[in-house]
Nanobody, 115 residues
């Protein structure tokens, strides 16, 4: 059974930092493209960042230079370091694992940026 479990969400003030983690099980983790997506109330889910099996990365324009995605294949974990957070970063953040066939999703982690 495939499981993706996010952790590290919470409440942070504008300008602050958080690090999200997503631990995977049930897949050959090192082969997968991993990603972080987010969804705010009333909006569609959007791509935040992805990282390939060869450690190539891609970011949404809105987070470029502030967020960093990384992976640790030994720990079957993908991370999202979020710096200089803004109120508009408030959302539920989901991790994603994709290869051939269906994607896998975590349950989501709430990130709230507010003073």
């Amino acid at each position: 059974q495939v499981q993706l479990v996010e952790s590290g969400g919470g409440l942070v003030q504008p300008g602050g930092s958080l690090r999200l983690s997503c631990a995977a099980s049930g897949i050959t983790f090192s082969r997968y493209i991993l990603g972080w997506y987010r969804q705010s109330p009333g909006k569609q889910r959007e791509l935040v960042a992805t990282i390939t099996r060869f450690y190539g990365t891609n970011y949404a324009d809105s987070v470029q230079g502030r967020f960093t995605i990384s992976r640790d294949n030994a720990k079957n974990t993908v991370y999202l370091q979020m710096n200089t957070l803004k109120p508009e970063d408030t959302a539920v953040y989901y991790c994603n694992a994709a290869l051939l066939g269906p994607d896998y999703w975590g349950q989501g982690a709430q990130v709230t940026v507010s003073s």
